[in-house]
Structures are given as C-alpha cells and as structure tokens.
C-alpha cells in the first residue's frame, strides 16, 4: 500500500488558524508532520495547534505571526528555530483580498495586498530556506489563485500578487534545486472559506455555472494536493502549478 509519511518532518504553514491553511495543517499531521500554526492572533494559533496535536498525536506550536510585519515575522520565526530548529516544509498560504475596481483602488488597497501577499512571502521564505539548504532538503510551496491566470474585475491587486507568485516559485525552484529543495505551488479555484463567504449567492451561482464538477471546492480538496507535493512521491516536481478548480480553467 503507498502511503505518505511525513513524520520528522517539521512544516510552517503560514495563514493557518483557518481555511485553507488550518486544512493543510491539519492533513500534514495526519501523515504525521510536526506543525507550527502561524497567524496574527498567537492564542487562536496555539489554540489550533493544540487541537491538531491531540488529535493526530504529532507535535504542534502555536505562534503569533503577522504576515503584513517584517519584525512580526522575524521575531516568530526566530522563536521557531529556537525551539524545534528550523523547518523543512514550508507553506506559504496567508493571504488577503482588498476587492475593489481598478479606477477606486487605493494605494493603500494595493500596498496591503502586496504586503502581505507577496512581501510577507519573500520574509518568511528567506528565514525558512536557510535551515533548507544546510540540510540540503526542503518543500516550498506557494498558495496561488486561478485569478493569477484568468484576471478578475475588482482584484487587480490580489491577482497581481497571484500570478507574481508563480515567478517567484518558478525562478526560486531553479535557484534551490541544487540543494534538493522544491518549490512549487497551487492555484485554487473557488473554495468554501471565510475568503469567499462574503461574496453575494449571486456571484456564487455565476461561479458555479462555470465549474465543470457541479460544486465548490472545500479545503481539503487544496490540502491533499499540497501534502502530496510535500511528500516523497514528488520529489521530481519542482516549479510547477497544479490547478484545483474543479475544471473552471
Ligand atoms: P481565509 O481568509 O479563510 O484565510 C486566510 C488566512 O490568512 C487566515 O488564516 C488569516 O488569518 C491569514 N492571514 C490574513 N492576513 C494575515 C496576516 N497579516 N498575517 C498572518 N496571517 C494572515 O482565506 P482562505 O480562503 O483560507 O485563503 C488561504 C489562501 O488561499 C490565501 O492565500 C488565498 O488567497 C488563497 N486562495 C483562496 C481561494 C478561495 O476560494 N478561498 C481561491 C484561491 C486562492
């Protein structure tokens, strides 16, 4: 029987005290990954940390990360090495929609999402991939968005940070490879999250006609493509996207 295992393996996974990212986290430990649930509010975070580690019966941290603060990340991740090392998977799935038309977008709409989206990325990645390279292993992936590829009115600024991210998984994957460290990422349709909760049912049934399989996705349907990338099955896959969108694009 092929099975993943993952266990001492030790994955941040950014964004993670719900959604898409608390998924991910959650379907890691169950192939037996230690995680560390990162996010703005530190007590949510152990919180699900806590959750996961009972259970799973896999170590988990809990820690306060703001993905829009250079020190906030610094400083997390500086308490992450000190107490587990490093880590060896890495995440990158915090992110933020600041939806509004082109010619009403603020410089402040566009900064926030880049900040987050795009910059918090680069921090975390440049901290993370240290420990990496001196293993000479490690598993990067990024969370896209199919409006990286499609474009979508009212987001400019969320899907610039999209599609940006697909260059920088793909140049970053020839960087590493060398080292034995994959990058690669995913770009989720739409899925079932807080994210898209607030859209009107008018534009969800306007999606929904445009989805080949009948349904939104759930979170799990992005996690167990990313644990999948995260495993050894996949360790000849580097730079690439994987579309999960129910045949949409
Ligand atoms: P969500 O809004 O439910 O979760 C986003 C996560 O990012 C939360 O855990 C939130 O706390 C965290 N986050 C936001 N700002 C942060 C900050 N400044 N510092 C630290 N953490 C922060 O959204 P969802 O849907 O789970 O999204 C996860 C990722 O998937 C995002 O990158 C999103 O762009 C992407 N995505 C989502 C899709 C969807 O349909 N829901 C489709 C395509 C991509």
Not at 1 to 16: F, P
Not at 169 to 188: C, D, M, Q, Y
Request: with cysteine; net charge neutral.
């Amino acid at each position: 029987m092929l099975c993943v295992d993952l266990s001492g393996k030790r994955a941040l996974i950014t964004g993670s005290t719900r959604g898409i990212g608390m998924a991910i986290a959650m379907y890691l430990a169950k192939a037996g990954a230690s995680v560390i649930i990162t996010g703005r509010d530190e007590g949510r975070a152990k919180e699900v940390a806590q959750h996961i580690s009972s259970e799973f019966g896999v170590e988990a941290l809990g820690v306060g990360m703001n993905m829009e603060d250079m020190r906030s990340i610094e400083e997390a991740y500086r308490r992450v090495e000190a107490q587990w090392g490093g880590v060896d998977l890495l995440i990158n799935n915090a992110g933020i929609t600041r939806d509004k038309l082109f010619l009403r977008m603020s410089l402040e709409d566009w900064e926030q999402v880049l900040k987050v989206n795009l910059t918090g990325t680069f921090l975390i990645t440049s901290l993370a991939v240290k420990g990496m390279l001196k293993n000479r292993w490690g598993r990067i992936v990024n969370i896209s968005s199919v409006v990286g590829f499609t474009g979508n009115v009212g987001q400019v600024n969320y899907s610039a940070t999209k599609s940006a991210l697909i260059g920088f998984t793909k140049s970053l994957a020839k960087e590493l490879a060398g080292r034995n460290i994959t990058v690669n990422a995913v770009a989720p349709g739409f899925i079932e999250t807080d994210m898209t909760a607030v859209l009107s049912e008018e534009i969800k049934s306007a999606y929904l006609k445009n989805i080949p399989l009948g349904r939104f996705g759930k979170p799990e349907d992005v996690a167990g493509m990313v644990v999948f990338l995260c495993s050894e099955y996949a360790s000849y896959i580097t730079g690439e996207v994987v579309h999960i969108n129910g045949g949409m694009y």
